[in-house]
């Protein structure tokens, strides 16, 4: 038997999810809602770039595709804020479907938007589904990984995290909202403005964190400051002499009773090595006992989303109906061969069509 996966939006994410999809055994692909109309009835095949037809026709009406099949998880990975998801998650609750998205802001909805989180968590209960918000980053590394982390501590005075990464492989709009390739007044202007808005998932990372430690903060205060290249900096997309901004640092902290108690960091740029920058992860937890943990390179974004998104499906399956979060959920864990084990016979009945 296996379990029914509808594909919401056809990106690069959604392109490497199909094919780890069709690696597995126990996984089954059954449809693909896009937004062009040039994708419509394009076979799934080639619309991810394989040389051979799947026998699944990508369309645009979202509905047609999510009646077509009783009960599956959607793998809904379209844009990153709540405001502009949650229509759309409320349509493939109402249908019946569980489902894992990656939108940042859904990781913990209820630090930007409480009262679409506490809606969504009605419409999901009400059809006895679930919906997770999951990725990289926000979704594990910053968060997530952080909170496994503080189980062996007694006790926690101050989390810190880095993620340094290589943003050489993004093209046009990731250079735009990062502001790379502008001088330090463009991008200063370009924050101002909300242009240029660096990482996003912060606040809901560190809500995340604090939720599960049941730490009450003050307030998340973000600053967002230029990474200015000492020497020319080239990619596929972009060209940046020595001067101009090639990253933006973007940080984020968490304060109780006044005192800083998360510190993100996350200063992604083009070509970090050409300055000598070496990426990586660091979690740093100061308490009891300390811990500090480093990895060098960093988990890759691309990889790390499609994966977890992917490896979640069993995770959200069994869990209980309603909105949920990582820090809900048992452990993620890669599941390398197939996923029928690990779900249960009888929540398996009500995905038989
Ligand atoms: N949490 C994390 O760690 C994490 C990691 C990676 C990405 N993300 C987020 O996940 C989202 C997807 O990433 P991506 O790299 O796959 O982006 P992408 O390549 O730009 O793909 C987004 C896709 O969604 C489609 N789309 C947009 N609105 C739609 C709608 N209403 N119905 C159907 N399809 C729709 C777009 O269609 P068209 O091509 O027709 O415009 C596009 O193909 C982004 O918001 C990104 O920021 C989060």
Redesign the pocket.
Known sequence: VSVKVIL???????KGMAKMILEKKGLELVGA????KE?QDMDLGTAIGLDRKLGILVECD?AKVLAKTKRAVVLH????FVSSVCG?LEQALNAGHDIIT???EM?YPWASAPEVAQKLDRVAKGSGVSLLG??????FIMDTFVIALTGVCASVDKITVTRINDLGSFGPTVMRTQGIGKSVREFEDGVAAGRIVGH??FKESISLISSSLGWKLDEIVQSREPIIARSERVTPFIRVPAGKVVGCKHIAEGKMNGRVVIRLEHPQQIRPEVDGVLTGDCIVIQGIPNIRLNINPEVP?SIG?IAIAVNMIPRVFEARPGLVTMADLPLPSAIPDDFAGFFQADKLEGFVD
Do not use: C, Q, V
């Open positions: 919401w939006g056809m990106g690069e994410m959604a809602i896009a937004k062009r994708k979202a990975s379209t844009n990153s759309e990656i939108a940042e990781i999951t990725g990289i980053n926000p979704g996003i998932g974004g989303t």
